[in-house]
């Protein structure tokens, strides 16, 4: 499976950026897919995960202002990020594994090549 990101950028504290990833490959082999962070200094974490049944999972700090979502007949997923802190400076990345469920980055087996988010004024 192959994952390309896009959309990351610079963005003021308040303001909202979309983050796209598209897969190729394997695809039919994926169950669940996600976007996981990681901040300088920090252990990469899973922000969002939709799995092929819908269940979806977002840690604690994203949520109700970072909204996940995927289209599976075009093997595309979204990031809808809202509200953004400067917490949230990272790089980001697409992630997709065969389990039906995954909340933390080491669940994903594929992952992109990540697209940075910076948020600062």
């Known amino acids: ?27 039919f082999s994926i169950n669940t897919m996600g976007w996981a962070r990681q901040g300088p200094g920090k ?20 949520m109700g202002r ?3 979502s995927r289209d599976s007949a075009k093997s595309t997923l979204t990031l ?9 400076t990272a790089m980001y990345y697409c992630a997709a594994t ?6 933390v980055a080491s669940n994903f ?4 090549q990540g697209t940075q988010v910076t948020v600062s004024s």
């Not at 252990?43 to 994203?62: F, K, Q």
């Open 98 to 103: 065969e389990f039906a469920y995954a909340t």
């Open 1 to 27: 499976v192959q994952l390309v990101e896009s959309g990351g950028g610079w963005v003021q504290p308040g303001g909202s950026l979309r983050l796209s990833c598209a897969a190729s490959g394997n695809i």
């Open 66 to 68: 970072f909204f996940i």
């Open 43 to 62: 252990e990469r974490e899973t922000v969002a995960s939709i799995s092929s049944d819908g269940s979806i999972y977002y840690e604690d700090s994203v």
């Open 109 to 112: 087996d594929s992952w992109g």
């Open 80 to 88: 809808q990020m809202n509200s953004l802190k400067l917490e949230d």
